[in-house]
């Protein structure tokens, strides 16, 4: 290697260790990652201490009431009281279930672990079940507990005891209160019914310092939950089902929603969602959760589930109840709106940004999706009609706010097909041999005749982005959700007119009418531009590809929302419409008019500065091309 070669790998390990020391994390950094790490360690084995004395506990219980010679009722006292001391009381009991509703959501809350066991959103309901409403979870695919640290060093958790309900008269309030031996000493799970999805969540404190450590202001919480599949289509369930949390300061974190993921949070946390394509469970803290660890694992694809989301973290407690740790629920849809409503009226830094759960695709198709097609959409269903009209209004749209940009296109490529045989002539008289010259003189026919060779590209790039906004909103749209066009029960998942009961790779197990439909509808549309483009002879290969593009579409949309494939036929159908007209319009003996007109009007006139920078390259090159060939011939 020479010595430059040499300099450059030096150059390169210097940046890279430069880079690297420029990114190592401070001794203040380090330490609060260990510190964060410890603190998880000691949470995780409080909790696995607690489940193990309540398990042995629980074990001793039955093995007791089993027996022929049970043990005395003063033994039990004193076996609960040697493992839960002051909490002893609570840890018996009977399990009692308080409903609290409005109109829209049914929480279900038991009284063992005073946490939520149900949760049903009352205007929506499982696929293919139109009389039970739709429960986020039910039983044990959801649980949260607090691990408890008392006076005497007992390490304890929530969910083992037995609270005792509180219910206000118009039944939109509950307190679960963890009562102790003292009458006056307690905790309590508040929580408040609003006339939406959103739930208060308070943990209270009364008198605890002679119950709890005194060195605690902070409790350890641990929340976990299962998704279940509440859609047909499983794939893009999976696909949009995630768990996201909010960092303070705005920036929102994601774990991977195609495999197993984990994540330890150092920074300050202020929400964390658990949601699966259309709902979500999110809890927000009116502080911040701190020295946080999540997880999320897919579940197996006949489980009946989607994923099972885990959350390790801290919430501030003062032992003092001074001050309640507020936290609140958001149990209910991913809809836009509704989410970006709880920042309605909300300074800068203080808002949720809820509606990020919403995925609206990358920056420039979120933007597109949040000043076209959301309000489009919203003006269309706000008349009142149906969902199929609604995308075919937002689709003429579309295509009428491109329309000048693919004419401009269009009628470039008649040019272009009208030229075809001038420029047959250009490639005759230059061979491969005089590339420069081939291409100096068909450049000059294109400026003669008033041609862009590169405006052909004009609509992709105002189209590509509007494509890719309707790609990203359709099949999160909860609109969709439930409706039916045609034969289509649901847009918001596939229209399966064909089943065989095994998978096909790339395929499925299933043929969707709407995307087959589209795909012959495009395979017909590639047909009409062929024809009407002027092709190579020598590039069949190419001719093939272009038809097969179109089959390759249904194996890739045959599982994804009817809504889309009928929107993406729809827009082809009007492709089509247009393409006629054009050809109408624009036909090969006007373009041949037109050239010859603009060839007669640039006659005589200076040559545009490109021309005449394109004609000094190749001169150039021509130049260097020769002194090449003359050094080759003196060796």
């Known amino acids: 290697m020479d010595k430059n070669t040499w300099l450059g790998f030096l150059l390169i390990a210097a940046i890279i260790i430069g880079f690297s020391m420029l990114n190592r994390p401070s001794?203040?950094?380090?330490?609060?990652?260990q510190r964060i790490q410890d603190s998880i360690a000691v949470a995780q084995a409080q909790e696995a201490e607690a489940q193990r004395v309540s398990q042995e506990l629980t074990a001793q219980l039955e093995q007791n009431s089993a027996s022929t010679t049970p043990i005395s009722q003063d033994s039990i006292q004193a076996q609960l009281q040697a493992a839960y001391g002051t909490f002893a009381k609570a840890a018996q009991g009977t399990e009692q279930l308080v409903t609290l509703e409005n109109e829209v959501i049914r929480l279900t809350l038991s009284t063992h672990g005073g946490t939520i066991q149900r949760a049903e959103l009352l205007n929506y309901h499982a696929n293919g079940d139109t009389i039970h409403p739709l429960s986020l979870f039910r039983g044990d695919e959801s649980s949260m507990a607090f691990t408890l640290i008392t006076a005497n060093n007992r390490i304890l958790q929530t969910s083992n005891f037995y609270f005792t309900p509180i219910v206000s008269n118009d039944n939109k309030k509950v307190t679960m209160r963890l009562q102790t031996e003292q009458e006056d000493t307690y905790l309590d799970f508040i929580y408040t019914l609003s006339e939406?999805?959103?739930?208060?969540?308070d943990i209270q404190a009364n008198n605890m310092q002679t119950a709890l450590a005194q060195n605690i202001n902070s409790l350890e919480m641990a929340w976990q939950q299962l998704i279940p599949q509440q859609e047909k289509g499983r794939t893009f369930e999976e696909r949009y089902s995630q768990l996201q949390y909010m960092l303070v300061g705005g920036d929102i974190e994601k774990l991977s929603e195609s495999k197993d993921d984990s994540e330890k949070e150092a920074a300050r946390v202020r929400w964390i969602g658990y949601k699966d394509q259309f709902f979500s469970t999110v809890l927000i803290a009116d502080e911040a959760f701190t020295s946080s660890e999540f997880e999320s694992i897919v579940q197996a694809k006949h489980s009946g589930y989607i994923k099972q989301y885990t959350t390790h973290t801290s919430v501030p407690f003062d032992i003092t109840g001074k001050q309640a740790t507020g936290m609140r629920f958001y149990l209910g849809p991913n809809h836009y709106h509704t989410l970006e409503a709880y920042d309605d009226d909300v300074a800068r830094d203080e808002r949720l940004h809820l509606n990020?759960?919403?995925?609206?695709?990358?920056?420039?198709?979120?933007?597109?999706?949040?000043i076209l097609v959301i309000p489009m959409f919203d003006l269309f269903t706000s008349w009142g009609l149906h969902i199929g009209i609604v995308i075919l209004l937002m689709t003429l749209v579309i295509k009428l706010i491109i329309l000048p940009f693919v004419f401009v296109s269009f009628k470039s490529s008649a040019k272009m097909r009208a030229l075809k045989p001038q420029i047959d002539a250009i490639n005759e008289k230059y061979p491969a041999e005089k590339m420069q010259e081939r291409q100096a003189a068909t450049?000059?026919?294109?400026?003669?005749?008033?041609?862009?060779?590169m405006s052909g590209c004009l609509p992709m790039l105002f189209q590509f982005p509007v494509l890719m906004a309707m790609f990203w909103f359709l099949p999160t749209a909860i609109e969709l959700r439930g409706k039916s066009l045609f034969w289509a029960e649901d847009l918001s998942t596939y229209d399966a007119v064909f089943q065989w009961?095994?998978?096909?790779?790339?395929?499925?197990d299933h043929l969707s009418l709407f995307c087959l439909l589209m795909t012959i509808v495009n395979v017909v549309y590639t047909y009409?531009?062929?024809q009407s483009q002027a092709t190579d002879p020598n590039m069949k290969f190419m001719k093939y590809m272009m038809y097969a593009m179109p089959v390759m579409?249904?194996?890739?949309?045959?599982d994804y929302a009817a809504g889309l494939s009928y929107y993406y036929l729809v827009s082809l159908f009007f492709t089509i419409l247009q393409t006629m007209i054009f050809r109408w319009t624009l036909n090969d003996k006007k373009m041949l008019e037109e050239i010859e007109k603009n060839k007669k009007n640039k006659a005589g006139k200076p040559k545009s500065g490109f021309m005449k920078r394109l004609e000094e390259m190749q001169r150039e090159q021509q130049r260097l091309a020769r002194e090449q060939a003359k050094a080759n011939m003196r060796r």
Request: proline share 5%; aromatic share 18%; hydrophobic share 50%.
């Open 528 to 530: 009409i531009t062929m």
């Open 501 to 508: 009961g095994f998978e096909i790779p790339f395929l499925g």
């Open 27 to 33: 001794k203040e950094e380090l330490a609060e990652q």
């Open 443 to 453: 450049m000059q026919l294109y400026q003669q005749a008033g041609v862009n060779p």
């Open 553 to 558: 579409f249904l194996f890739i949309f045959n």
């Open 196 to 201: 939406d999805y959103m739930v208060d969540f």
């Open 356 to 370: 990020e759960l919403v995925p609206l695709g990358w920056k420039i198709v979120s933007w597109i999706n949040t």
